[in-house]
């Protein structure tokens, strides 16, 4: 069949378009552009003038194309891929040809499976500290998902910056959230005015860029000044300073500093929503409650987690995929089509921003039976391997896939373990609001009741 130019899509509002049901409810927008109008849906945003078009691309034969088999004539130069590189500068997670090129090749073995194991102390210890604040808590209600924020955070700073956390925390825990509210609201909103506009929006921004790059730089300039004093330190922070390629290539300090602001970024929300949402359905599925508690109280009885602990454990690793599957905390991953292509029949014309969206895919009904409900045994090896490899894709996939896939997966079972081997875990909110922030997040309260023993 010849390739055609008419891409269905709703016609939206005459005057907006779709701007106010992209904005005001991307998710529902996306997984109704699906139901309504198939596999691949033109959406248009903005007034007439200002009018702005995506592609949403949804089967996993045109995921792979975007983020595999065509990934370079795919670039990120979506609005959202610009305002983070803006905001947060040129690091691993949003850096393009050259820059990227190096980049990888001084950070990629940073993150070997043997060097990402090495931090499951830290993740022990941190968890550990977790059940210790549980235990406090007043009337035994936690918030998973603003638990699950904190405690991230915490974890990827120590990883990060060593030593350096307390002094590097404070900041962090102030601004991270606001330049992350400013990302989202420019990089998702089909018109933005200049950031030098003296907004309020743009004050509170840029205010919160600046102290986070004068904590790191500071924290970077201490440590240069200190010279190679710290020989046994591990953390990331300096294992990035130290760096070599093999004719002495190095990251610079800028590129430092764009580097820790990428993995604070890329490390910290997407694995507490993960968490989170693990917890917040555990907490409403007794059947599977039960087999997830059994199995972290058989292997973790009375001891601290290791890493090698993470093969022990098959079911948390099961809930945590489906966890991943129902909420996707990168739910939408944009693009820009450099040249014309054809995707599942229909012609993306050049210049086109385009959008692929785990969160409407992993509810795919032609790839998942019954999406809706909640089903660990989804990801059992022999389901795993006859589904489409696009099926499921929450770390991305292609040469951007995420480097921090086995760092998450290893922080988030070794995590449900400590949790689940001490608490009774009984849902308070059993309906959660979900919001597109810089991830996907809970919008309404998420509580559980946490309850010591077992
Ligand atoms: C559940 C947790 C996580 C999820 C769902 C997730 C998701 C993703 C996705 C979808 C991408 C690809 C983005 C794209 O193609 O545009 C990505 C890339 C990346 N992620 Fe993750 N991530 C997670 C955890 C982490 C952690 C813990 C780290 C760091 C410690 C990390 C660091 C990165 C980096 C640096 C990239 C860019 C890789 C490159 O382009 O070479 N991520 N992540």
């Known amino acids: 069949m010849a390739a055609t130019t008419a891409v269905p899509g709703p016609a939206g509002n005459p005057l907006v378009g779709s701007l106010f049901d992209l904005t005001r409810r991307p998710l529902r927008t996306y997984l109704a552009a699906r139901r309504d109008h198939g596999d691949v849906v033109r959406l248009q945003a903005g007034p007439p003038g200002l009018r702005v078009e995506f592609y949403a691309i949804f089967s996993p034969d045109g995921v792979q194309q975007v983020l595999g088999g065509e990934a370079a004539n795919f670039r990120k130069e979506s609005a959202f891929y610009d305002e983070l590189r803006t905001s947060v500068g040129n690091g691993l997670l949003t850096s393009q040809d050259a820059d990227y090129q190096r980049q990888r090749r001084l950070i990629q073995p940073l993150f070997t499976r043997r060097r990402v194991d090495g931090y499951a102390d830290v993740i022990a210890q ?37 030593a350096d956390v307390e002094e590097a925390a404070e900041v962090v825990h102030h601004n991270f959230p606001l330049l992350g509210e400013y990302v989202k609201e420019r990089g998702f909103a089909p018109v933005r005015f200049p950031r030098t506009w003296p907004t309020p929006g743009n004050r509170r921004g840029l205010g919160a860029q600046r102290a986070l790059y004068e904590v790191c730089d500071r924290i970077i300039a201490e440590r240069a000044a200190r010279g190679s004093g710290d020989e046994d330190a591990d953390d990331l922070l300096t294992l990035l300073g130290r760096a070599r390629g093999e004719d002495g290539e190095r990251l610079d300090p800028a590129e430092l500093r764009d580097q820790v602001l990428v993995f604070l970024v890329a490390g910290h929300e997407t694995t507490a929503t993960s968490l989170a949402f693990a917890l917040h359905l555990l907490a409403k599925h007794p059947e599977q409650r039960k087999l997830a508690q059994e199995e972290a109280r058989t292997v973790l009885a009375g001891r601290a987690p290791t890493a090698a602990d993470l093969e022990a454990l098959p079911y948390l690793t099961r809930v945590l995929k489906e966890a991943m599957r129902l909420y996707p905390a990168a739910s939408l991953v944009g693009r820009r089509a450099v040249d014309e292509t054809v995707v599942d029949g229909y012609v993306i014309p050049a210049g086109a921003q385009v959008v692929v969206a785990p969160l409407v895919t992993h509810r795919h009904p032609d790839h998942w039976a019954d999406p809706e409900r909640f089903d660990p045994d989804r990801f059992l090896p022999e389901e795993e391997k006859a589904r489409h490899r696009y099926a499921w894709f929450p770390f991305g996939g292609g040469p951007r896939a995420c480097i921090g896939q086995h760092f998450s997966m290893l922080e988030s079972v070794l995590t449900l373990g400590v949790l689940l081997r001490d608490f009774e875990v009984e849902a308070v909110d059993r309906r959660v609001a979900l919001a597109q922030g810089i991830t996907l997040r809970a919008a309404s309260p998420m509580r559980i009741r946490v309850t010591a023993g077992g």
């Open 126 to 162: 941190e968890a550990q500290s977790l059940t210790e604040r549980w235990r406090a808590a007043p009337d035994g209600v936690v918030d998973a998902a603003e638990e699950m924020s904190r405690y991230t955070m915490r974890a990827v700073a120590r990883i990060l910056f060593g």
